[in-house]
Protein backbone atom coordinates (compact mmCIF):
# COMPACT_ATOMS: atom_id res chain seq x y z
CA UNK A 1 0.00 0.00 0.00
CA UNK A 2 1.85 2.22 0.12
CA UNK A 3 -0.21 -0.27 -0.68
CA UNK A 4 -3.82 -0.38 -2.48
CA UNK A 5 -3.69 -0.15 -0.23
CA UNK A 6 -1.17 -0.95 1.76
CA UNK A 7 6.04 0.78 2.35
CA UNK A 8 6.96 -0.85 -0.69
CA UNK A 9 9.81 -3.35 -0.65
CA UNK A 10 11.90 -0.83 0.77
CA UNK A 11 10.32 2.05 1.71
CA UNK A 12 6.85 3.00 3.32
CA UNK A 13 5.27 2.34 0.00
CA UNK A 14 2.88 5.10 -1.83
CA UNK A 15 -1.29 3.31 -1.14
CA UNK A 16 -0.70 -0.64 -1.82
CA UNK A 17 -3.06 -2.92 -1.01
CA UNK A 18 -6.24 -3.54 -2.64
CA UNK A 19 -5.04 -0.45 -4.89
CA UNK A 20 -7.48 -1.84 -6.95
CA UNK A 21 -8.77 -3.87 -3.87
CA UNK A 22 -8.67 -0.74 -2.14
CA UNK A 23 -10.49 2.09 -3.83
CA UNK A 24 -13.32 0.48 -5.42
CA UNK A 25 -11.88 -2.30 -3.70
CA UNK A 26 -8.43 -0.15 -3.92
CA UNK A 27 -8.48 0.77 -7.30
CA UNK A 28 -11.26 2.32 -7.20
CA UNK A 29 -14.59 1.52 -9.06
CA UNK A 30 -14.27 4.38 -10.73
CA UNK A 31 -15.73 5.16 -14.48
CA UNK A 32 -12.82 5.78 -15.69
CA UNK A 33 -11.03 2.71 -14.35
CA UNK A 34 -9.31 1.05 -17.45
CA UNK A 35 -10.64 -3.06 -17.86
CA UNK A 36 -7.33 -4.65 -18.54
CA UNK A 37 -7.93 -7.66 -20.53
CA UNK A 38 -4.45 -9.98 -20.18
CA UNK A 39 -3.34 -11.37 -23.66
CA UNK A 40 -3.63 -15.53 -23.80
CA UNK A 41 -0.10 -15.88 -24.51
CA UNK A 42 0.56 -14.07 -20.81
CA UNK A 43 -1.58 -16.02 -19.33
CA UNK A 44 0.17 -19.56 -20.51
CA UNK A 45 3.26 -18.75 -19.15
CA UNK A 46 1.73 -19.10 -15.87
CA UNK A 47 0.19 -22.60 -17.01
CA UNK A 48 3.91 -24.46 -16.76
CA UNK A 49 4.54 -25.29 -12.84
CA UNK A 50 7.97 -25.32 -13.61
CA UNK A 51 7.84 -21.87 -14.03
CA UNK A 52 5.13 -20.52 -11.72
CA UNK A 53 6.72 -20.29 -8.07
CA UNK A 54 10.60 -20.14 -7.74
CA UNK A 55 11.31 -19.14 -4.10
CA UNK A 56 12.67 -15.55 -3.39
CA UNK A 57 15.99 -15.04 -4.99
CA UNK A 58 18.63 -12.85 -2.67
CA UNK A 59 21.62 -13.32 -0.60
CA UNK A 60 18.71 -14.29 2.15
CA UNK A 61 15.54 -16.00 2.47
CA UNK A 62 13.66 -13.73 4.88
CA UNK A 63 10.29 -14.29 4.03
CA UNK A 64 10.22 -18.07 4.48
CA UNK A 65 10.14 -19.12 0.70
CA UNK A 66 6.90 -17.25 -0.40
CA UNK A 67 6.86 -18.92 -3.55
CA UNK A 68 6.49 -22.35 -2.12
CA UNK A 69 3.26 -21.27 0.17
CA UNK A 70 1.36 -23.06 -2.35
CA UNK A 71 -2.42 -23.01 -3.39
CA UNK A 72 -5.05 -21.95 -0.94
CA UNK A 73 -8.76 -21.81 -1.42
CA UNK A 74 -10.77 -19.32 -0.85
CA UNK A 75 -14.75 -18.42 -1.35
CA UNK A 76 -13.64 -16.36 -4.72
CA UNK A 77 -11.81 -19.59 -6.28
CA UNK A 78 -7.91 -20.92 -6.03
CA UNK A 79 -5.19 -18.70 -5.54
CA UNK A 80 -1.63 -18.92 -5.49
CA UNK A 81 1.24 -16.17 -5.09
CA UNK A 82 4.05 -16.68 -7.57
CA UNK A 83 7.21 -14.59 -7.25
CA UNK A 84 7.35 -11.40 -9.82
CA UNK A 85 10.07 -12.83 -12.66
CA UNK A 86 10.11 -9.02 -14.39
CA UNK A 87 10.88 -10.45 -18.14
CA UNK A 88 7.43 -12.63 -17.97
CA UNK A 89 5.32 -9.80 -15.28
CA UNK A 90 7.00 -6.39 -16.36
CA UNK A 91 4.33 -5.65 -19.22
CA UNK A 92 1.36 -6.41 -16.74
CA UNK A 93 2.30 -4.65 -13.97
CA UNK A 94 3.26 -1.52 -16.14
CA UNK A 95 -0.38 -1.52 -17.50
CA UNK A 96 -1.82 -2.09 -13.60
CA UNK A 97 0.19 0.72 -12.65
CA UNK A 98 -1.06 3.06 -15.55
CA UNK A 99 -4.51 2.19 -13.98
CA UNK A 100 -5.63 5.51 -13.10
CA UNK A 101 -7.53 3.86 -10.09
CA UNK A 102 -4.47 2.28 -9.10
CA UNK A 103 -2.02 5.15 -9.76
CA UNK A 104 -4.47 7.44 -7.30
CA UNK A 105 -2.74 5.54 -4.71
CA UNK A 106 0.21 3.67 -5.59
CA UNK A 107 1.72 6.67 -7.64
CA UNK A 108 4.10 4.45 -10.18
CA UNK A 109 2.38 5.23 -13.07
CA UNK A 110 4.92 5.71 -16.31
CA UNK A 111 7.13 4.03 -18.96
CA UNK A 112 7.33 0.30 -18.17
CA UNK A 113 11.03 1.33 -16.76
CA UNK A 114 9.18 3.45 -13.77
CA UNK A 115 7.79 -0.15 -12.78
CA UNK A 116 10.95 -1.91 -13.83
CA UNK A 117 12.84 0.31 -11.13
CA UNK A 118 10.47 -0.45 -8.62
CA UNK A 119 10.30 -4.42 -9.09
CA UNK A 120 14.21 -4.55 -9.52
CA UNK A 121 14.91 -2.86 -5.99
CA UNK A 122 12.83 -5.68 -4.39
CA UNK A 123 13.93 -8.65 -6.94
CA UNK A 124 17.29 -7.56 -6.79
CA UNK A 125 17.31 -6.13 -2.88
CA UNK A 126 17.94 -7.95 0.47
CA UNK A 127 15.01 -10.17 0.17
CA UNK A 128 13.27 -7.93 2.52
CA UNK A 129 10.34 -7.78 0.36
CA UNK A 130 9.06 -9.91 -2.50
CA UNK A 131 7.14 -9.01 -5.14
CA UNK A 132 4.43 -11.35 -6.27
CA UNK A 133 1.62 -11.71 -8.79
CA UNK A 134 -1.86 -13.07 -7.75
CA UNK A 135 -3.36 -16.14 -9.59
CA UNK A 136 -7.41 -16.71 -8.91
CA UNK A 137 -8.01 -20.30 -10.80
CA UNK A 138 -4.80 -19.68 -12.50
CA UNK A 139 -5.35 -16.93 -14.06
CA UNK A 140 -2.99 -13.46 -13.05
CA UNK A 141 -5.52 -10.70 -11.92
CA UNK A 142 -3.14 -9.01 -8.74
CA UNK A 143 -0.06 -7.43 -7.91
CA UNK A 144 1.02 -8.50 -3.90
CA UNK A 145 4.42 -6.91 -1.88
CA UNK A 146 5.09 -9.62 0.76
CA UNK A 147 7.53 -7.71 2.98
CA UNK A 148 9.34 -7.44 6.66
CA UNK A 149 7.66 -4.82 8.48
CA UNK A 150 10.02 -4.90 11.21
CA UNK A 151 13.02 -3.97 8.74
CA UNK A 152 11.47 -1.48 6.28
CA UNK A 153 11.67 1.78 6.83
CA UNK A 154 7.47 1.96 8.09
CA UNK A 155 9.18 0.02 11.37
CA UNK A 156 10.23 3.67 12.44
CA UNK A 157 6.79 4.79 11.99
CA UNK A 158 5.09 2.44 14.91
CA UNK A 159 5.98 -0.26 17.59
CA UNK A 160 7.31 -2.94 15.19
CA UNK A 161 7.70 -6.36 16.38
CA UNK A 162 10.48 -9.04 15.33
CA UNK A 163 9.20 -10.32 12.29
CA UNK A 164 6.23 -8.34 11.95
CA UNK A 165 5.37 -8.67 8.03
CA UNK A 166 3.40 -6.37 5.68
CA UNK A 167 0.81 -7.01 3.13
CA UNK A 168 0.55 -4.20 -0.21
CA UNK A 169 -2.58 -5.48 -3.08
CA UNK A 170 -3.16 -4.11 -5.81
CA UNK A 171 -6.11 -5.74 -7.78
CA UNK A 172 -5.36 -5.52 -12.04
CA UNK A 173 -9.07 -5.84 -13.64
CA UNK A 174 -11.71 -3.90 -12.89
CA UNK A 175 -14.16 -6.79 -12.88
CA UNK A 176 -12.41 -8.07 -10.08
CA UNK A 177 -13.13 -4.97 -7.45
CA UNK A 178 -15.76 -3.77 -5.91
CA UNK A 179 -16.99 -7.41 -4.99
CA UNK A 180 -15.73 -8.60 -2.11
CA UNK A 181 -12.56 -10.36 -3.94
CA UNK A 182 -9.81 -7.76 -2.24
CA UNK A 183 -11.38 -8.57 1.11
CA UNK A 184 -11.72 -12.46 0.68
CA UNK A 185 -7.78 -12.91 -0.74
CA UNK A 186 -6.10 -10.51 1.91
CA UNK A 187 -7.72 -12.91 4.40
CA UNK A 188 -6.42 -15.91 2.48
CA UNK A 189 -3.23 -14.30 2.16
CA UNK A 190 -2.88 -13.00 5.82
CA UNK A 191 -3.74 -16.68 6.68
CA UNK A 192 -0.65 -18.17 4.95
CA UNK A 193 1.79 -16.28 6.23
CA UNK A 194 1.08 -16.64 9.67
CA UNK A 195 0.63 -20.42 9.00
CA UNK A 196 3.85 -20.41 6.86
CA UNK A 197 6.02 -18.11 9.00
CA UNK A 198 5.51 -19.72 12.40
CA UNK A 199 8.37 -16.47 14.35
CA UNK A 200 5.48 -13.84 13.00
CA UNK A 201 2.94 -13.04 15.30
CA UNK A 202 1.12 -9.82 13.57
CA UNK A 203 0.79 -8.92 9.70
CA UNK A 204 0.34 -5.37 9.42
CA UNK A 205 -0.95 -3.12 6.66
CA UNK A 206 -0.70 1.00 6.25
CA UNK A 207 -3.58 1.74 3.64
CA UNK A 208 -3.88 5.56 2.78
CA UNK A 209 -6.62 6.46 5.48
CA UNK A 210 -8.83 8.36 2.47
CA UNK A 211 -8.68 5.04 0.75
CA UNK A 212 -11.58 4.09 2.74
CA UNK A 213 -12.51 0.62 0.28
CA UNK A 214 -9.32 -0.81 0.83
CA UNK A 215 -9.38 0.20 4.54
CA UNK A 216 -12.78 -1.81 4.75
CA UNK A 217 -10.95 -4.60 2.67
CA UNK A 218 -8.82 -5.40 5.63
CA UNK A 219 -11.46 -4.84 7.98
CA UNK A 220 -13.38 -7.70 6.75
CA UNK A 221 -10.11 -9.81 6.30
CA UNK A 222 -9.75 -10.04 10.20
CA UNK A 223 -7.47 -7.07 10.33
CA UNK A 224 -8.31 -4.13 13.31
CA UNK A 225 -7.27 -0.65 13.44
CA UNK A 226 -4.58 -0.09 15.77
CA UNK A 227 -3.40 3.61 15.06
CA UNK A 228 -3.18 6.26 12.63
CA UNK A 229 0.32 6.96 11.56
CA UNK A 230 1.99 9.88 9.51
CA UNK A 231 4.03 8.05 6.56
CA UNK A 232 5.90 9.84 3.76
CA UNK A 233 3.35 10.84 1.49
CA UNK A 234 0.12 10.14 3.52
CA UNK A 235 -1.79 9.42 6.55
CA UNK A 236 -2.21 5.94 7.44
CA UNK A 237 -4.61 3.68 9.23
CA UNK A 238 -2.19 1.35 10.73
CA UNK A 239 -4.02 -2.34 10.04
CA UNK A 240 -3.26 -5.99 12.14
CA UNK A 241 -4.23 -8.94 12.13
CA UNK A 242 -2.93 -10.82 15.38
CA UNK A 243 -2.12 -14.44 15.27
CA UNK A 244 -3.53 -14.79 18.60
CA UNK A 245 -6.65 -12.33 18.50
CA UNK A 246 -6.66 -9.54 21.70
CA UNK A 247 -9.43 -10.32 24.10
CA UNK A 248 -11.97 -7.08 24.61
CA UNK A 249 -11.05 -5.26 27.43
Not at 186 to 203: D, G, N, Q
Request: proline share 11%; glycine share 10%.
Amino acid sequence: MPSADTGTAPSPAPDRAPAAAAPAEAGGDGEDTLDLRLPEEFVALFADPAGTAPAATGPADLLDGVGDWGPVDTPVGTFRLVPVRIERDLPVVSRWMNDPAVDAFWQLAGPPSATEEHLCAQVDGDGRSVPCIGLLDGMPMSYWEIYRADLDPVARHYCARPHDTGLHLLIGAAADRGRGTGGALLRAVAALVLARRPACARVVAEPDLRNAPSVAAFLRAGFRQAAEVELPGKRAALMVRDRFPQRPR
